[in-house]
């Protein structure tokens, strides 16, 4: 390790600027997309004078509607509204339109596990380089994990995937082992256990691109907001007094949070605590171990394009009139009664069969209120559920809610034409995500080889993914046309991964029965 010295000592004027950018700007806006992804409920006390108008909880989305509905001002900097005195809180309805679709997305594109094979035309090179890479994934969560990482890009609009190695784990893999079979799948599941996928926080992430080529990552981030142990809280004058102008500055950070960046560059990574150098190293790799996928591709940016962002207005308008049907419902359900000179009419309940007499011959009663049948209001709503359709490519039959007569789905030509949308995008995304995922093993075996733990030439590290069929399937129809296909020619590990299997663990399946 080198000695620090005083020109590496504080961060560069380009990634305090970074880090202000990323606390400022980009900090606040995607905590907003994961709120209205997931329109978390906060519990919160009922006032002794609310006459029943109000629930204990509040929802996330309620911030994008008006305040003639909440009773609050909503602010873009602060997650707690402000009570406005002179308006009272309306009956809230949210429907989390965007969440079930945003899971549709998830589902269709890693609801069913993919298989992913070697390149290399040596069998049983091919095998190991295979083994080694399941078990890696496997040890991560497998097809859950990588629900994670597309539920993250669709939110967020990107991902990112930093591939680390743990060095404990692979000292101990390194360590001499027998030849044989079993011996050989305990050395391969000791190397596993050394590569570690992280996915980034994007709230935390800290990506600083080339100036001259957005593509071109030069230097990668993460920034902790950490507690400072063994330091007393520090008062609200302290913190007020953390974030000072319009540049982060750590002489007034607070006394119990510490900020602490771990930067690393294609030949060293740096650790920086409070803006100072603590600690410092070589990249042995030679290059950023980093994994950057867009969720849906935008040129010049770094960042995709994401699936929250333009449903939040679509969403907030089907919320406010979905609100303003329930307090006209409220208002209107119940029929009322006005008694014009009709002696004793409020101290008699109106009930069936219910007389009342009177000398008055100008005595009446009116009836009035009723919920009454309003087109333009239904109209309105539906028109606003077909736009978040179309905007989302995903449409109710994805999450199994069949309104109406849409004709016979039960062939697999007409599910696919009433799921166009969801399944084109779901092809583009397995483009970006495929090569992600390539790419992220490529990486572990790269960073295996660099530590001669094993040893692979670039040429070793192709990787294929195939992905089974998004839509469900009939299984007799399947191995009938699998059948078919054998009997035609078609090599047996094809069809297998046709059908979603790995040819490999087959192969070991049908060794064991022998």
Not at 230 to 258: E, F, K
Not at 284 to 295: F, K
């Amino acid at each position: 390790m080198n000695p620090i010295t005083d020109q590496q000592a504080l961060l560069s004027d380009t990634l305090r600027a970074r880090m202000q950018q990323l606390t400022e700007t980009d900090r606040p806006r995607f905590r907003r997309l994961w709120l209205y992804h997931r329109n978390p409920m906060t519990t919160v006390s009922v006032d002794g004078d609310e006459s029943g108008r109000t629930r204990p909880y509040r929802q996330a989305q309620e911030w994008g509607l008006p305040s003639r509905l909440t009773g609050a001002r909503s602010s873009a900097s602060s997650e707690t509204p402000v009570p406005l005195n002179d308006t009272q809180r309306k009956e809230i309805v949210i429907e989390n339109d965007i969440g079930w679709r945003i899971d549709a997305m998830v589902d269709c594109l890693f609801g069913k596990p993919v298989v992913i094979n070697s390149t290399l035309a040596d069998p049983d090179r091919r095998g190991m380089i295979e083994s080694l890479l399941r078990q890696i994934l496997s040890r991560h969560g497998g097809a859950v994990f990588l629900q994670q990482i597309a539920l993250t890009g669709c939110v967020y609009g990107f991902v990112d995937v930093l591939v680390k190695v743990e060095t404990d784990q692979l000292k101990a893999a390194i360590a001499p082992t027998d030849a044989g079979n079993d011996s050989r799948s305990a050395w391969l599941a000791r190397l596993a256990e050394s590569i570690r996928f992280e996915i980034v926080d994007p709230t935390r992430a800290l990506p600083i691109a080339s100036p001259t080529d957005y593509r071109q990552i030069e230097a990668y981030g993460q920034v902790y907001d950490l507690p400072t142990e063994g330091a007393p809280r520090a008062s609200w004058l302290d913190r007020l007094l953390s974030r000072t102008g319009h540049r982060w500055n750590p002489r007034y950070q607070s006394a119990d949070r510490s900020t602490r960046v771990d930067l690393i560059t294609a030949s060293r990574w740096e650790r920086y605590t409070d803006g100072r150098l603590s600690d410092s190293g070589r990249n042995s790799l030679g290059r950023i171990p980093l994994v950057h996928v867009q969720n849906i591709p935008l040129p010049n940016q770094y960042a995709g394009g994401s699936e929250v962002e333009p449903l939040i207005p679509l969403q907030d308008e089907l919320n406010t009139r979905l609100s303003d049907r329930a307090n006209r419902i409220t208002l209107q359900s119940f029929r009322m009664y006005l008694g014009k000179g009709v002696e004793q009419f409020t101290e008699m309940p109106i009930a069936p069969g219910r007389m009342w007499m009177t000398d008055n011959e100008k005595a009446e009663i009116i009836e009035f209120g009723g919920d009454s049948d309003c087109p333009s209001e239904n109209a309105h709503v539906g028109e606003l559920r077909e736009a978040m359709d179309k905007t989302s490519g995903v449409t109710p039959i994805a999450a199994g809610a069949i309104r109406g007569r849409i004709g016979n789905l039960t062939s697999a030509a007409a599910l696919k034409i009433t799921l166009m949308a969801l399944i084109s995008r779901t092809e583009k995304k397995r483009l970006a995500y495929g090569a992600g995922l390539a790419r992220m093993c490529e990486l572990a075996l790269a960073w295996l080889d660099c530590a001669g733990a094993f040893p692979t030439t670039p040429e070793e590290r192709g990787i294929e993914i195939h992905w089974p069929d998004p839509l469900p399937q009939n299984d007799a129809e399947q191995l009938q046309q699998a059948e078919a296909k054998l009997r035609i020619g078609v090599p047996q590990g094809v069809v297998l991964k046709e059908l979603g299997y790995d040819p490999a663990d087959s192969g070991k399946n049908l060794r064991r029965q022998q």
